[in-house]
């Protein structure tokens, strides 16, 4: 297998582990995303995944709740898909490590770059799991965070639609979908693929990102292996 990429993260979205069900985890799922990770890794590719939570938890759905209760509950909901993530891929027979950004030494590793680094080295699949730790920011600025701490070469974001588009494609049947597009364009369109503040750190920082479906976990390995598909989003297209 050619390789595009030897270091990517990964961004999974709640909502990609729950599939149609709309809330909890999918273990069919759960299962066709962990053998597609299990190929790539096996293919050289080293790996490191970022997970949200809203398939069980939202900040934003705490409505009149204090916002940094309520991104906190948040973040304890991406401990439970990183460890259901990590004990599928355990069962599969990769590696794995789960950091948290928020210290819980009984389930989890604390994030340390450098012992992230050495575990990515030694082909062991990183799950980092809390977002930053921080209120008032989301898992994919916790992605773009985490891409430039180890070095990653892209940001492949996993969601249930299969691209960018200009408009929302279940809303508007004829929303134009981008096979490319720059970070600044996808800031003044407001396209909400990403918030301003991932996508300034990405284009910052030099990191490409893939946004694909992960209805169709195969698509890790086309995204892996250079096959155009989804979107495209660099400082320069």
């Not at 509950?73 to 069962?91: C, P």
């Not at 965070?145 to 492949?156: T, V």
């Not at 364009?185 to 490409?208: F, H, K, W, Y």
Request: aromatic share 6%.
């Amino acid at each position: 297998m050619e390789l595009k990429y030897r270091r990517i993260l990964l961004k999974i979205s709640g909502e990609a582990l729950a599939a149609d069900n709309g809330f909890g985890i999918d273990q069919e799922m759960l299962g066709a995303i962990c053998t597609s990770l299990k190929e790539a890794l096996d293919s050289g590719v080293e790996i490191a995944v970022v997970v949200g939570g809203g398939n069980f938890w939202r900040g934003r759905s705490g409505k009149g709740m204090d916002r940094t209760t309520a991104d906190h509950m948040g973040m304890l909901a991406t401990v439970i898909n990183a460890l259901a993530l990590a004990d599928a891929l355990e069962t599969k027979g990769v590696p794995t490590r789960v950091q948290t950004a928020i210290d819980m030494r009984r389930i989890a590793e604390p994030y340390i770059r450098g012992r992230a680094v050495r575990h990515l080295e030694k082909k062991r699949v990183v799950i980092f799991a809390c977002g930053t730790g921080n209120p008032y920011f989301t898992t994919d600025t916790a992605a773009a965070l985490r891409a430039a701490e180890i070095d990653a070469e892209a940001i492949l974001l996993a969601k249930n639609v299969d691209a960018v588009y200009d408009s929302d494609p279940k809303i508007n049947k004829n929303a134009v979908k981008f096979d490319k597009i720059s970070f600044i364009e996808i800031i003044n369109r407001q396209l909400g693929v990403m918030d301003s503040t991932a996508s300034t750190l990405c284009m910052d920082n030099n990191i490409p990102v893939i946004v694909f479906s992960i209805k169709e976990p195969d698509n890790i390995i086309k995204v892996l292996t250079g096959q155009t598909i989804g979107t495209y989003i660099a400082k320069e297209v």
